[in-house]
């Protein structure tokens, strides 16, 4: 209802800012509908209202359009298209200078890189480029901490890093793993992001797991489930697999009472 009311408004408006910043929104809008093509045509006609705008808000609405039209093409999805609208965002979001933005941007750029590695992961230097990216990104956050609106991109940015550690990188590497883990549970605490949380007890539980240590990997787990109880229900994707991996964790054990307990739950 909110975003029909601002389109009505934004037609009566003479102002390409305000036009474009409510074509913006609903791009988003139909982006969290998994309605893409809509998302997308939303964000072309965004974008083109922007680009005759000479206010520098401009181009921190633009480094949105192009950080979810990347979105759209992520996981192996169009890597190409990916790659080509996050540097159109890492470039806009050099010129608008908000620090907000120019985080977004590295990030936004650093996920293109991971989702073309992860789509043919013989070609690490790939790896390396959304690593370096990545870490551009938590730089920003750090030198402008006090400057950051929207503090949540920093905990994703330190999970990512964590999860590329725990995921690509031998077991000498964990305290690099550890580092950014322990760096996105400070930021996500402080921002309320539980799936976040959660999925940083996962790559927790993982670690024990590869030590043997079963105890600790089934209290990370059930510890990163409590985290999720009051969110909403968009985490249920993450609930689900952090309940198979009990129930893998306790077959593992050899308790196939406990993970035929967990496996039905998950």
Known sequence: AYIDSAMRFAEQS?????????????????LNKNENEKAMSAFITADKLLKSS????????RTLINHYAASIYAYGSDTLKQHKYALAALQLSKQGKY???VQIGYMTLAHSFFS???????KR????????????????????????????????????????????????????????????LKVARKT?????????YGIMSEYAMRRGDYRSAENYLLTGIAELDKASP????????????????????????KALAYYKRY
């Open 14 to 30: 003479a102002n390409p800012l305000f036009k474009g910043y409510a074509w913006l929104r609903k791009g988003w809008f139909e």
């Open 54 to 61: 000479d206010d520098r808000r401009a181009f921190s609405y």
């Open 192 to 200: 309320n992001m539980p799936e976040v949380i959660a999925n940083c």
């Open 125 to 184: 230097p790939l790896l390396d480029s959304a690593i370096h990216y990545y870490r551009k990104s938590a730089e920003v956050y750090r030198h402008n901490q006090d400057k950051i609106l929207i503090q949540s991109n920093a905990s994703v940015t330190a999970l990512n890093l964590a999860n590329i550690y725990f995921k690509y990188f031998p077991e000498h590497f964990r305290d690099s793993a550890n580092r950014y883990v322990n760096d996105a």
């Open 116 to 122: 073309a590695f992860e789509s043919n992961t013989t």
């Open 99 to 101: 620090p907000d933005d």
């Open 234 to 257: 968009g985490v249920d994707i993450t609930r689900s697999r952090m309940m198979l991996g009990l129930s893998n964790l306790a077959e593992q054990k050899g308790d196939k009472t």
